[in-house]
Every structure is written in structure tokens, then in C-alpha cells.
């Protein structure tokens, strides 16, 4: 099955819209790695702001066979380096096994192109420390999708909102990203720690760099943080919950939770929240449902001193990231994501994982 389902993350693809940068075959790219469905949505995502995908490559038939249904006009590369040696590819993109990812970027990198990386993009500090020194001294991006803001329309729209001053100076962020586990779905990788790098390195990224966006800081301190393994004792190396406290360098603080608790009722794979608060107002996003309400996510709830707001966003806004980073690969600017900034999230995920108390039932 192409993974679209909304029931499921690992196979949930957003829907953008075409919004392209670039002329036709300005910008071909390649994929190495399918091991996340993440990479049909980071694909879809690049060939709507106007890239051109022309190699797919996994040591698994089965898995290109897959990609090639959803993107018929890819060619199946018979190794990895068929790819990196064909010098008109500006960018790989990847998700493989996360544990793998920064040793791909690398060789992307010497190879000369960008790379852009599914969350988590490292599971160890020594990992990182590679990365930032591989960027720094080949000059190429070192993308990573963070995909529950880049990919998430009420979260684009949250971001113009602050940007705007609409809720004025921003004191906290509280994040909740409860995802469905679908254990028999998932890859043994999957709950092997040391290859997924833990729940809060993990799924966790998602909500760090998300407050690092929204309070506009550079810079966070990680004041604590716990994992556990409640209730699946048959995955010993499953965090199936995590939670974190950060003090960003403004001040704004930030409180978030990630699961594997999802119930089977919920109509997406999770009810992810996001709750901004303001000096002037405060903004709750429901990103992928309106429990009860609406199937359909996108929704922005906006209180001010003029009122109170809903605005559903959905198919209003799209994924300006994607272009915006075609455009900094193009022309040396930095505009889509910092790279400072893309790296201190991945660091500051990596520093609560490895500070985290495990708590309760343990596997």
C-alpha cells in the first residue's frame, strides 16, 4: 500500500499543492533510503515547489518497487553510488533507518550535493558533531523535515501569526504529539533504541524544533525530562512515553508530551496540539483532527484583545518550506531553516533523551 493512511504516521503522507520555484529540470533530486514513509512526503513536497525526482535507491526491491507506483517517472538506481556519481543531482533526500542517516548525508555531502534528512537526523551527539563539521566544510545544506511544522498548515499559519506580532511576544509553547503506535506495522528497528534513538530524540524533535520556531530563540536549555515504557513490556527497548521542560534563551518556556497511546477510535494516527501563549493573545492549533467535530485538521483557534477566532487553514496555505529551501540550495541563502537552527533542535533532543529519568513500568 503507497503510504497515504491517515490512521497510521509511519504511512501519512500531507497533502501540499503545487507551488513551484523552479523551471523543470533546474532541480533534480534523488531519495536513498525508504525505510520511513516520511519520504513520500518529503518527495511530494519537493516536486510540488517544482523539483524534478530522478533516482530512488534501497538495498530492499520491494521498497523502490513501492515508491516507483506512487512516482512512475524515477528511475531505479542500481546502487547508491550510481546516484552520487551522477553530477546533475542537487539534492538526496532520505529516511532511512535513523541510526544510518547522518553516514548517508556524509557521503551526500562529499559527493557535492545538499541533503535533506527525515526526523530524527541523528541518534547520537558524536553523530551531530560530524554533520555540523561535514556542513561546514562543504558549504551544502543539511535539511531536515521536521515535518509537524514544515508539513502542517496551522502550523505555517500559527508562524505568520507571530511574525505578525498578532499575540505579541511569545511566553510559552506546550506541545502534544500522541501518535498511534500500530506495533504490527512497524519495522524491528523501530524498537531498538539505539537505531530509533528513543522517543524524546524521535518524535520529540518535532515539538523542540517547533518551540524553537515559534519563540523565536536560538537558543534553549533542556531544565528536564522523562521516558518510560508503561505498557509494552514485549518491546524492552520501546519508550512508548516522554516529556520535557525547556527554557529557551528569551525566556519562553516550553512544555511538551509524545506517546504511543493513541486509541484505535481516533480518526488520524494522532491528535496532535499545539497551545501558544502570548503577551497579547494565545493561539491552539489542532493539527490533524477536530475530535468529534471534524475529521479534517488545519484548525487555527485565535484569542485576542478583538475577539476570539477559528480559522481552518486547510488547503489555504501549503508548505512554503520546500520551495524555500530549493532556493537557498540554489543561491547560498539561508531562509528556509536556518542551519544553526536545524542542528540545535536535533542537539537539544539528543541532550533530553540522554538527561531523561526513566519513569514508572518498565520493559
Not at 292 to 305: F, I
Request: with cysteine; charged share 20%; hydrophobic share 40%.
Amino acid at each position: 500500500m503507497t503510504p497515504t493512511n491517515k490512521s497510521n504516521g509511519m504511512r501519512y503522507v500531507p497533502e501540499g499543492r503545487a507551488a513551484p520555484v523552479v523551471q523543470p529540470g533546474e532541480f533534480p533530486f534523488a531519495a536513498i533510503g525508504l525505510d520511513h514513509g516520511h519520504i513520500y512526503g518529503m518527495s511530494q513536497g519537493l516536486l510540488d515547489a517544482g523539483a524534478d525526482l530522478r533516482w530512488v535507491y534501497d538495498p530492499d526491491p520491494a521498497k523502490t518497487a513501492q515508491f516507483k507506483e506512487t512516482f512512475p517517472r524515477v528511475n531505479l538506481a542500481r546502487s547508491e553510488q550510481e546516484i552520487l556519481q551522477d553530477a546533475g543531482i542537487r539534492m538526496v533526500a532520505s529516511a532511512a533507518v535513523p541510526s544510518d542517516r547522518c553516514a548517508i548525508g556524509v557521503r551526500v555531502s562529499n559527493a557535492g550535493k545538499h541533503f535533506m534528512s527525515d526526523k530524527p537526523p541523528f541518534t547520537t551527539l558524536e553523530q551531530l558533531n560530524l554533520a555540523r563539521e561535514t556542513a561546514r566544510r562543504t558549504g551544502l545544506k543539511w535539511a531536515v523535515c521536521y515535518s509537524e511544522r514544515v508539513q502542517n498548515e496551522s502550523a505555517v499559519y500559527a508562524g505568520r501569526l507571530i511574525e505578525n506580532g498578532v499575540i505579541g511576544r511569545v511566553l510559552q509553547v506546550i506541545g502534544l504529539g500522541p501518535h498511534r503506535l500500530n506495533a504490527p506495522s512497524r519495522p524491528a528497528w523501530f524498537f531498538e533504541r539505539e537505531k530509533y534513538g528513543g522517543i524524546l530524540t524521535d518524535i520529540g524533535s518535532h515539538q523542540i524544533e517547533q518551540f524553537l520556531a515559534f519563540a523565536g530563540s536560538d537558543e534553549a536549555t533542556v531544565v528536564s525530562s522523562r521516558v518510560a515504557n508503561y505498557n509494552h513490556p514485549q518491546y524492552p527497548g520501546l519508550d512508548d512515553f516522554g516529556d520535557a521542560n525547556l527554557v529557551a534563551g528569551n525566556g519562553a518556556t516550553n512544555y511538551f508530551r509524545v506517546d504511543w497511546f493513541t486509541p484505535d477510535g481516533l480518526g488520524t494516527w494522532g491528535d496532535g496540539r499545539t497551545f501558544i501563549l502570548g503577551t497579547d493573545g494565545y493561539i491552539e492549533l489542532r493539527k490533524y483532527i477536530d475530535v468529534a467535530r471534524a475529521a479534517e485538521g488545519d484548525h487555527v483557534y485565535l484569542v485576542t484583545a478583538k475577539g476570539e477566532q477559528h480559522i481552518p487553514v486547510h488547503g489555504k496555505v501549503g508548505f512554503p518550506y520546500f520551495g524555500e529551501l530549493i532556493l537557498d540550495c540554489l543561491n547560498g541563502t539561508d531562509a528556509a531553516m536556518p542551519q544553526a537552527h536545524t542542528f540545535k533542535a536535533a542537539e537539544l533532543c539528543l541532550q533530553a533523551q540522554q538527561q531523561a529519568v526513566r519513569i514508572g513500568a518498565q520493559g
